[in-house]
């Protein structure tokens, strides 16, 4: 039985689920410029779109890449890209 409570939380533990999708949001090229907002375990875990373009000093947004990883908690990287 303990043979088999540890093979269980090792599976838990270890397993893990990543979730990424790329937006083109407007015909607008990629650009130069690239801007990430990252969600925190403590504190300002804004990953909106409009964050991550203020991180990189982007006004014309090219693409959206947003991607979640699910690893006992989620985390969550919201990358942007323009000009």
Do not use: H
């Amino acid at each position: 039985m303990k043979k088999l409570f540890i093979i269980s939380a090792l599976a838990l533990g270890l397993g893990s689920c990543t979730i990424s999708r790329t937006y083109q949001l407007t015909g607008e090229p990629l650009g130069n410029k690239v801007g990430v907002a990252k969600s925190k375990l403590i504190g300002d875990s804004d990953t909106s779109i409009k964050t991550a373009a203020k991180k990189g000093n982007i006004t014309v947004i090219g693409a959206v890449e947003m991607t979640t990883k699910i690893f006992i908690f989620p985390i969550t990287k919201t990358i942007v890209y323009g000009n």
